[in-house]
């Protein structure tokens, strides 16, 4: 099942959203990501979190209507929206999850919501980051990602190194790397091919592709 996670993040594509929500099997709203829904026309199957970044006319509007499954929780909790809103699509029977909304200017949000991407490895789930100019993978044995015009791929290591590094498809190629954490080797390699196959036998890499 693909469900579609919306956070509360930095979202202005509106064509991206589109793209993703007609993907979606089941589209769940973290928190203020249901703002982010309804400012493009689009409605969320769940709405989850504490609600304190929905305006009250959305919220009255949602439980009036039941437009929404809504599933809250308290403003002081242990967990994110976002984190929470996986944890519900994992329940659910999700085999692969998209994240639109989980950047911003918080790093240190977004720094947590990419480490969220470990849950969806535990669970053996596909799926990604992706924003406006990015789209971010945790890897832990392989990836193939279809060439982009205009993208760079960056692979960055995990503490304390990825072992056994293999690219196919990029320009500057690794053959059996140790990635350690703390360089920045990996950055803005570039397609050759039409497809890149990024692959790795120890640890874990993160997998950007990004354009300027």
């Not at 009255?60 to 944890?87: G, M, R, V």
């Not at 982009?148 to 320009?171: E, F, H, N, R, W």
Request: glycine share 8%; with cysteine.
């Amino acid at each position: 099942m693909n469900v579609l996670i919306v956070g509360s993040g930095s979202l202005s594509d509106e064509s991206l959203v589109k793209k993703y929500h007609q993907w979606a099997d089941l589209v769940i709203a973290a928190d203020g990501g249901q703002m982010h829904l309804k400012k493009f026309g689009f409605k969320s199957d769940i709405l989850l979190g504490d609600c304190d970044s929905i305006d009250d006319a959305e919220l009255a509007e949602i439980k009036a209507h039941n437009d929404s499954e809504l599933i809250t929780f308290p403003k002081e909790k242990d967990y994110t929206d976002l984190e929470l809103a996986i944890d519900a699509a994992i329940e659910r029977g999700a085999t692969n999850i998209v994240l639109l909304g989980a950047t911003g200017t918080r790093l240190d949000h977004t720094t947590a919501n990419i480490h969220l991407l470990y849950k969806l490895i535990e669970h053996n789930i596909a799926g990604y980051i992706e924003d406006e100019y990015n789209r971010i993978y945790l890897v832990n044995e392989s990836l193939e990602i279809k060439k982009q015009d205009g993208y760079k791929v960056s692979i960055l290591p995990l503490p304390p190194y990825a072992g056994g590094v293999t690219t196919k498809g990029l320009a500057y190629p690794l053959t059996d790397a140790k990635l350690t954490f703390g360089t920045g080797l990996g950055i803005s390699n570039e397609f050759c091919d039409e497809t890149a196959i990024i692959s790795l036998k120890e640890g874990l890499i993160l997998v950007f592709v990004s354009r300027d």
